[in-house]
């Protein structure tokens, strides 16, 4: 971090480690480990009515058939699961073959797949159906017989790996289709991390009865948690509240950057005491920051407020 000036540390808002099990329920993530069956709008809708919660929604989409890591964000966070849904994915998948392939011809087509490639969404996906550029950052063979690869692969949000293996088997010429796939990584979240259907409902259910925080407490993860592979500009107390009635960030507000930000990416704003304030854009470099430490220009346009108003006290004026 580019450090600018030091903030006040005040005793205001909730630090992240610090929030009850009362507070997460107002704003948080859960991961599931989602079986096969449910869509992954129906987890969400289970988890909402299972929690006794108003508002849930999920960090990138699931087919039904398939398994793994799915984040489920509760009440406010909601505002910011999109950054989920952006996020590198990880997969492990079953990839069948129409005709036998060799384990030499599979190892040098994925070097091919490694990088961008171009797809079209399926007929069923919620998006629309035009020609896009995703990155496939890894491709590991894991095991391999003749008419059947098992692969891992590290991915940009939003590839489809159903599309990826018939386009790798189109390639070998033999045609190839997913059998089976089931996603262990997204964003910053493991399959480590997830918990079943069943162990989230019996975990609220023991809290109800016995107002056990500990077990709560490790399955609800702070919102900030989802933004931790995104740059973070950390605020003084003094500007905190005027972002969150909408300003946009300038200079003089504030206290620290991250080393690597770079102008036009999406950044997390927040406060001394790790809160998240507001997702925005930087319109600077980290090292223009460090370079003017007096400039009084915007660093970063206010995205997604996510921290209610009044948190921290008023130090703005009207004009």
Known sequence: MYKIS?????????????????????SSIVIINKQAGPSSHQVAAWLRDS???????HGGTLDPNVTGVLPISIGKASKVIKVMQESAKEYICLMKHYKSQSESKVLEMFTKFTGPIYQIPPFQAAVKRELRIRRIYEI?????SSKKTLFRVLCEGGTYIRNLCEDIGSALGSGAVMDQLIRTKSGPFTIEDSVSMVEAHDLYKHWKESNDSPGMKSILKPLED????????????????????????????????????????????????????ALARATVNADEIAANPKSKGKVAKLDRVIMERGTYPREWKTK
């Open 51 to 57: 929690f006794d919660l108003d508002l849930t929604g």
């Open 6 to 26: 030091e903030s006040a540390n005040a005793p205001y808002g909730s630090a992240p480690d610090e929030r009850s099990v009362e507070q997460l329920l107002d």
């Open 140 to 144: 590991e063979l894991l095991e391999h």
């Open 226 to 277: 989802m933004l931790v592979d995104i740059p973070v500009i950390e605020a003084k107390d003094s500007a905190v509240d005027a972002v969150c009635h909408g300003a946009d960030l300038a200079a003089p507000g504030v206290s620290s950057v991250s080393k690597d930000m770079k102008r036009g990416q999406l950044v997390s704003i927040r406060t001394s005491r790790g809160e998240a304030v």
